[in-house]
């Protein structure tokens, strides 16, 4: 069935260091895509989204760019800093108004 | 503009007993999802409401069960309360799940 498979973490970074995460998707149309980012004891907050192919979703320097060649989405940031330190959710949505989660992949960015 | 609220931030219950979470979406905001989160299966769907029907449910017991009222808001029950129950539970609101979600900051409920 359709689903979305993220980078396996935790991910441990160096401040201004260079940030991917991957996100591959697998689904019979073409899917909208987001990224969400929860913070310690938070819910979760929409970081960047794209609706159709080769579009770029962009936030707070974040970048995602949809593929629908490699059928991926996958998050980048030039220069982490630590407030960037958070879980990332990759997510799908297709037709049916319910959106699906990746796992999860924790960030911890070093000083 | 006010964001989605969920209430109470924090629960604790005693196995068998019930609990009835609550959720007032953005406004103007019809559908309203809710997600259980946990350590160990993530998120995971468990029903989202449109303009007071259930429009998707996921895969959980009979336990589980939810409504939505007419100013949108909406409610989630757990009857006879289980200690695998104890989870994060969040809400969400969009105006189309096209245009992105927004959360809650979720109600942990603790089971003992």
């Known amino acids: 069935g359709d689903s979305v498979t993220q980078m396996e973490g935790p991910v441990t970074l160096s401040e201004e260091a260079f940030l991917t995460i991957n996100c591959t998707y697998t689904a019979t149309g073409y899917p909208s895509l987001f990224w969400y980012v929860q913070y310690p004891g938070e819910g979760l907050q929409l970081l960047l989204k794209?609706?159709?192919?080769?579009d770029k979703g962009s936030n707070k320097g974040f970048e995602a760019t949809y593929r629908k060649e490699t059928t991926s989405f996958h998050l980048e940031k030039g220069s982490v800093q630590v407030s960037d330190s958070a879980v990332y959710f990759c997510a799908y949505y297709f037709g049916n108004e319910k959106l699906t989660f990746g796992t999860g992949t924790r960030l911890t960015i070093i000083p | 503009k006010a964001g989605v609220t969920q209430t109470p931030r924090y629960l604790i219950k005693t196995r068998g007993q019930q609990v009835t979470l609550s959720c007032s979406p953005i406004?103007?905001?019809?559908?309203v999802s809710w997600y259980q989160q946990t350590p160990g299966q993530g998120l995971q769907f468990l029903f989202e409401y449109f303009s007071e029907t259930q429009r998707n449910k996921g895969n959980f017991p009979g336990r589980f069960s939810g409504r939505q009222f007419s100013n949108s808001r909406s409610e989630m029950n757990v009857s006879t309360l289980e200690l695998g129950d104890s989870a994060l539970y969040l809400c969400?609101?969009?105006?189309?799940?096209?245009?992105?979600?927004?959360f809650g900051s979720g109600t942990r409920l603790t089971v003992v």
């Open positions: 794209a609706t159709k192919a080769d």
């Open positions: 969400a609101s969009s105006l189309a799940a096209i245009y992105g979600y927004t």
């Open positions: 406004s103007g905001h019809r559908s």
